[in-house]
């Protein structure tokens, strides 16, 4: 017995030392495998900063400013290197020069979707944003098609965005000079464009479920641009298990997708299908004629979410960008008089804007093109994968590399827009005062997957803005010297500061 007395220690030790040597044995094939993968991987990847297991360039990055970080790593490894956000490899691509050869001129290589973590925890590739390939392709052609038999980009919806602004219009004048947060005014105005088209109907802004649906779509979308939703980028796999800011996002975005189901489903019920009401109804009659293809694309989940990658982007940005607007007219009160100048020589007091208005006004298109250039509103653009092995430059892209095409280096590209850090309407305004175009306006992305709301998206812009400057005057609560315009925050999207402001009748 005493001699067990004696052995029990030395056995617990050796088991213990034992463990010790697995456990360090373990985690040091795990690190070989993983440089060995990343060195596999590599083919002839663009240049980057050592990634460590795991972390990859955590410590390099700073995701209170992912854009920034990105960039200044651009400085020292030139406009085409490779990070790893986490166990992420991405290949990043600065200026205009490098996106139009990656997205334009080798479009079919770039044609692919990476990640966007937040989302994919909804949409795991299905619907037209997030998905790839022949999924992405057919729900995209449909998409367009459907958008247009709707009347996107004729006249049937600039009637629609007038009627809509109308009802703006009045809203604003009951807040009677009152200062007001312009947020939610502006999102139910923009949402209820989009809401006709794909659910046949607008809401009414007192409707306490839509104020609920625009709060569910700014939240997440807010969540997107934090450096909680920039950790969640990198490190997905492990934080969609941990309670955090992610989780509230995920709500966010379930409570979206059940009330796109709930509106499929009444849709179902009362389906005519020789006179299709909206999207939605021209979907579910495409999923009966398309019942026997086993290959279809045509089937529930691609149409709810579907439906819902149409109602947030045509919701979000385009509302986004105005608030950021107003918020630069205000800090430009010269550029405002100007507007307003060219809206009362051109349009007059007592007609409605009209979009073919844009033609005689110059000096206002350059004001909503230097607005959304300035407001860059997705900067980081939404990630690409390569679809094949893929040589871009000297560089070999190993198929599935995933690609961030850097929106907001093309837009603030020094090469293209003589000051890119300020607000100037200059940058698309010739010597004579007549507008012009700009290769490196790139808003809406470019290539085979640019967005194809860019249509409906510059015809609110304008009708919108027109609308309403040709009633109101801004006021803010500062001096224009003492307005912030910098982003509140920028990480996958660019949410502009908070603040309140006064429409005064004009």
Same mark, same amino acid.
């Given at each position: 017995?005493?001699?067990?007395?004696?052995?029990?220690?030395?056995?617990?030790?050796?088991?213990?030392?034992?463990?010790?040597?697995?456990?360090?044995?373990?985690?040091?094939?795990?690190?070989?495998?993983?440089?060995?993968?990343?060195?596999?991987?590599?083919?002839?990847?663009?240049?980057?900063?050592?990634?460590?297991?795991?972390?990859?360039?955590?410590?390099?990055?700073?995701?209170?400013?992912?854009?920034?970080?990105?960039?200044?790593?651009?400085?020292?490894?030139?406009?085409?290197?490779?990070?790893?956000?986490?166990?992420?490899?991405?290949?990043?691509?600065?200026?205009?020069?490098?996106?139009?050869?990656?997205?334009?001129?080798?479009?079919?290589?770039?044609?692919?979707?990476?990640?966007?973590?937040?989302?994919?925890?909804?949409?795991?590739?299905?619907?037209?944003?997030?998905?790839?390939?022949?999924?992405?392709?057919?729900?995209?052609?449909?998409?367009?098609?459907?958008?247009?038999?709707?009347?996107?980009?004729?006249?049937?919806?600039?009637?629609?965005?007038?009627?809509?602004?109308?009802?703006?219009?009045?809203?604003?004048?009951?807040?009677?000079?009152?200062?007001?947060?312009?947020?939610?005014?502006?999102?139910?105005?923009?949402?209820?464009?989009?809401?006709?088209?794909?659910?046949?109907?607008?809401?009414?802004?007192?409707?306490?479920?839509?104020?609920?649906?625009?709060?569910?779509?700014?939240?997440?979308?807010?969540?997107?641009?934090?450096?909680?939703?920039?950790?969640?980028?990198?490190?997905?796999?492990?934080?969609?298990?941990?309670?955090?800011?992610?989780?509230?996002?995920?709500?966010?975005?379930?409570?979206?997708?059940?009330?796109?189901?709930?509106?499929?489903?009444?849709?179902?019920?009362?389906?005519?299908?020789?006179?299709?009401?909206?999207?939605?109804?021209?979907?579910?009659?495409?999923?009966?004629?398309?019942?026997?293809?086993?290959?279809?694309?045509?089937?529930?989940?691609?149409?709810?979410?579907?439906?819902?990658?149409?109602?947030?982007?045509?919701?979000?940005?385009?509302?986004?960008?105005?608030?950021?607007?107003?918020?630069?007219? &205000? %800090?430009? =009160?010269?550029? #405002? $008089?100007?507007? +307003? @100048?060219?809206?009362?020589?051109?349009?007059?007091?007592?007609?409605?804007?009209?979009?073919?208005?844009? &033609? %005689?006004? =110059?000096?206002? #298109? $350059?004001?909503? +093109? @230097?607005?959304?250039?300035?407001?860059?509103?997705?900067?980081?653009?939404?990630?690409?994968?390569?679809?094949?092995?893929?040589?871009?430059?000297?560089?070999?892209?190993?198929?599935?590399?995933?690609?961030?095409?850097?929106?907001?280096?093309?837009?603030?590209?020094?090469?293209?827009?003589?000051?890119?850090?300020?607000?100037?309407?200059?940058?698309?305004?010739?010597?004579?005062?007549?507008?012009?175009?700009?290769?490196?306006?790139?808003?809406?992305?470019?290539?085979?997957?640019?967005?194809?709301?860019?249509?409906?998206?510059?015809?609110?812009?304008?009708?919108?803005?027109?609308?309403?400057?040709?009633?109101?005057?801004?006021?803010?609560?500062?001096?224009?010297?003492?307005?912030?315009?910098?982003?509140?925050?920028?990480?996958?999207?660019?949410?502009?500061?908070?603040?309140?402001?006064?429409?005064?009748?004009?």
């Amino acid at each position: 017995q005493d001699q067990d007395a004696v052995y029990h220690p030395t056995a617990t030790m050796l088991t213990s030392g034992l463990l010790l040597v697995a456990a360090v044995a373990f985690l040091s094939v795990l690190v070989l495998m993983s440089v060995w993968k990343q060195r596999k991987l590599s083919g002839k990847l663009p240049p980057g900063p050592t990634p460590l297991p795991f972390i990859g360039n955590f410590l390099q990055l700073n995701t209170e400013q992912m854009y920034n970080s990105l960039m200044k790593i651009s400085q020292r490894y030139g406009p085409v290197f490779t990070i790893y956000l986490g166990p992420r490899r991405i290949v990043v691509l600065c200026g205009q020069e490098a996106v139009k050869e990656a997205l334009v001129d080798q479009a079919e290589e770039f044609s692919g979707r990476g990640e966007q973590a937040t989302f994919d925890w909804l949409f795991k590739g299905y619907g037209v944003a997030f998905s790839s390939g022949e999924r992405a392709k057919q729900l995209r052609r449909f998409s367009i098609a459907t958008l247009r038999d709707f009347g996107v980009g004729k006249r049937g919806i600039e009637e629609r965005i007038q009627e809509e602004a109308g009802f703006l219009i009045d809203s604003f004048r009951k807040t009677n000079g009152a200062f007001i947060d312009p947020t939610f005014y502006l999102s139910r105005t923009v949402s209820n464009v989009i809401s006709s088209i794909v659910f046949g109907d607008r809401f009414d802004y007192e409707d306490k479920e839509f104020l609920s649906l625009l709060r569910m779509m700014l939240g997440s979308f807010q969540f997107t641009a934090t450096s909680m939703g920039q950790l969640y980028e990198m490190f997905s796999s492990v934080m969609k298990h941990l309670p955090g800011p992610q989780q509230q996002a995920f709500k966010e975005l379930q409570g979206l997708e059940d009330f796109i189901t709930k509106k499929v489903e009444h849709n179902q019920r009362t389906l005519d299908p020789n006179s299709p009401r909206d999207f939605i109804d021209s979907f579910l009659i495409r999923m009966l004629e398309e019942k026997k293809n086993p290959n279809t694309e045509f089937y529930m989940k691609n149409l709810v979410l579907t439906t819902l990658n149409l109602f947030f982007a045509g919701t979000e940005t385009v509302s986004t960008t105005l608030r950021y607007g107003f918020l630069l007219l &205000m %800090k430009h =009160p010269d550029i #405002e $008089a100007k507007v +307003h @100048e060219e809206i009362d020589r051109v349009i007059g007091r007592n007609r409605q804007p009209k979009y073919e208005d844009r &033609m %005689k006004m =110059p000096y206002t #298109e $350059a004001v909503i +093109h @230097e607005i959304q250039r300035f407001a860059d509103m997705i900067p980081m653009g939404l990630a690409r994968r390569v679809t094949k092995d893929t040589k871009f430059r000297d560089f070999l892209l190993p198929k599935g590399t995933e690609v961030f095409p850097m929106l907001g280096s093309v837009l603030k590209d020094p090469k293209f827009f003589s000051n890119p850090k300020d607000f100037n309407p200059k940058h698309f305004l010739d010597d004579k005062g007549q507008f012009k175009k700009n290769d490196a306006f790139v808003p809406f992305s470019i290539g085979k997957r640019y967005c194809f709301g860019e249509g409906l998206a510059r015809m609110e812009l304008f009708l919108f803005l027109t609308n309403i400057m040709q009633n109101f005057h801004f006021k803010s609560t500062q001096a224009p010297q003492d307005i912030d315009v910098s982003p509140r925050l920028v990480g996958f999207a660019t949410i502009p500061p908070t603040y309140t402001m006064s429409f005064l009748s004009r």
